[in-house]
C-alpha cells in the first residue's frame, strides 16, 4: 500500500416527524420538513451519503444517515485493497459491517467498486501480479475472480454497482494505462462489465468518472463519451453513467459556458439510452474567502445551478454526497485549502448542524421534474 493511501481511517439532529428511518425532520431555518431522501423520492429519486469505516462508530453521523439518506455507499470498504488484500484472500467484514447496518434501516446500499482502473488506486499486490506466459488469460482469471467472488457474495443485497471506477485519464480522454489494460488491452473494461452482469444479473452495472462542466474537462466528457459509444456498439452491459460530482466553487465562473458543455455531454449520454447516478457530489471551496458564512452561501448558490441542470435529466435516479458531514470530507487530506482552513463541502458542518448547501440540496429536488 503505498503512502498516498488513506484507507485506516447533538447539536441540531432534528425533530423527528416520522416514524420511519427516512421519515419527516424539520430543520431550523430549513423551508420544509422533509428529509432529503423523502424529497428525492417525491421525484422518482433517491438521496444517499458515503459512509466511512469510523463512521460507522460515530453514533452522530448515523444518526443524520439514518434521518436523510435512503441509500449509502462505501467511501472504501468495497475497494480491492481492502476486500481482496493479498492473493485468494477476501476480507468482507469491514464491507458487511455497512452493508448490515443499511438493512437493518431499511436503506439500500450501492457498492463502490470492483475496478479501479487507475494505476494510482490499483492494490500494489496486483500492480506486481505475474499474470504468467498468457497475460490476457491470467489478468482475466484474476479478474473474474474477483468480480464474481464480490458480487456472489453480496448477491441482490446490492442493487447497483460501480463495475469500472476513473478509467479515463483527464487530460488526454483515452483509457488509463494500467496492469490490466497492458494485459488486455481496452476490452479489460467489457470484460468487468459482462462479468458483472454474470455475477449480479439484478444489479444496475454503472461507469463511473469525475468528469464535469468545466472547460478543463473536455477531453474528459469526450473521452468518456467515446467509451460510452463503444459500450453500446459493442453491447456490453452498462446501464448507467455515474456522475461524480466533486465540483468546484468559483466565483469567476461563466454559467453560460459551463452549462451548455454539460447539457451537451448529458444530452449524448440520455440520447445512447444510459440511466444517470450523482454518486459523488461535494463542492470543494478552495476558491472561496475564509468566512465561513460567505463560503457556505457560494457553495450552496453554485451547488444549486449545477444540480438543476443535473436533476432536469430524468435519468437522474440517485444523488449521493461523499460524506454527509465537512469534518469527514475526503478533500481535507487531498486537496486542502491554501489557506490551511477546514473545508465546508458538504450539507452538514463538523459540529452536525444543517448548512446552507443541505437547503440547495433539498430546493433542488424540489424543483426537479418527476421521473
Ligand atoms: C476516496 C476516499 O474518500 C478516501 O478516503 C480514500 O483515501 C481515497 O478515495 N473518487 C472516488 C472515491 O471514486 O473512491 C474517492 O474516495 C474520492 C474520489
Known amino acids: ?144 475472480e474477483h468480480i464474481t467472488t464480490i458480487c456472489t457474495h453480496y448477491g441482490a443485497r446490492i442493487h447497483s454497482w460501480d463495475v469500472i471506477n476513473e478509467s479515463i485519464d483527464e487530460h488526454t480522454g483515452e483509457m488509463r494505462d494500467t496492469v490490466f489494460t497492458r494485459a488486455m488491452g481496452p476490452q479489460v473494461l467489457d470484460f468487468c462489465f459482462h462479468t458483472a452482469r454474470d455475477a449480479a444479473p439484478q444489479a444496475m452495472l454503472v461507469y463511473n468518472d469525475y468528469m464535469n462542466w468545466t472547460a478543463d474537462s473536455a477531453n474528459h466528457r469526450d473521452g468518456v463519451l467515446k467509451l460510452l459509444h463503444g459500450f453500446k456498439d459493442r453491447g456490453v452491459p452498462v446501464d448507467a453513467l455515474g456522475l461524480q460530482s466533486h465540483i468546484t466553487a468559483d466565483p469567476n465562473t461563466d454559467y453560460a459556458a459551463e452549462e451548455a458543455a454539460w447539457r451537451a455531454f448529458l444530452d449524448e449520454v440520455a440520447g445512447m439510452g444510459y440511466q444517470l447516478l450523482v454518486t459523488e457530489f461535494d463542492v470543494n471551496d478552495n476558491n472561496l474567502p475564509s468566512d465561513p458564512a460567505t463560503r457556505d452561501r457560494a457553495v450552496a448558490d453554485y451547488a444549486k445551478r449545477y444540480l438543476d441542470l443535473t436533476l432536469s435529466y430524468t435519468q437522474v435516479k440517485e444523488v449521493l454526497t461523499w460524506g454527509i458531514e465537512d469534518g469527514r470530507s475526503w478533500l481535507n487530506n487531498f486537496r486542502p485549502r491554501p489557506d490551511g482552513l477546514a473545508k465546508r463541502p458538504l450539507p452538514y458542518d463538523a459540529a452536525y448542524q444543517p448548512k446552507p448547501l443541505r437547503e440547495a440540496i433539498a430546493d433542488a429536488f424540489r424543483a426537479a421534474p418527476a421521473r
Open 1 to 144: 500500500m503505498t503512502s498516498t493511501l488513506m484507507w485506516s481511517r447533538r447539536g441540531w439532529l432534528g425533530l423527528a416527524l416520522g416514524a420511519a428511518a427516512s421519515g419527516c425532520v424539520t430543520a431550523p431555518g430549513a423551508s420544509g420538513a422533509a428529509s432529503l431522501d423523502s424529497l428525492a423520492k417525491a421525484k422518482g429519486m433517491r438521496f444517499g451519503a458515503a459512509v466511512g469505516r469510523i463512521d460507522l462508530d460515530n453514533a452522530h453521523y448515523l444518526e443524520i444517515v439514518r434521518r436523510e439518506c435512503g441509500v449509502v455507499v462505501a467511501e472504501n470498504d468495497h475497494k480491492w485493497p481492502i476486500i481482496h488484500p493479498a492473493p485468494g484472500v477476501y476480507n468482507f467484514a469491514p464491507g458487511d459491517r455497512l452493508v448490515d447496518w443499511a438493512e437493518r434501516h431499511n436503506i439500500r446500499p450501492r457498492g463502490h467498486n470492483l475496478l479501479w482502473n487507475h494505476p494510482r488506486w490499483i492494490a500494489p499486490w496486483v500492480a506486481n501480479y505475474d499474470f504468467g506466459a498468457d497475460p490476457r488469460a491470467g489478468a482475466e482469471a484474476l479478474l473474474r
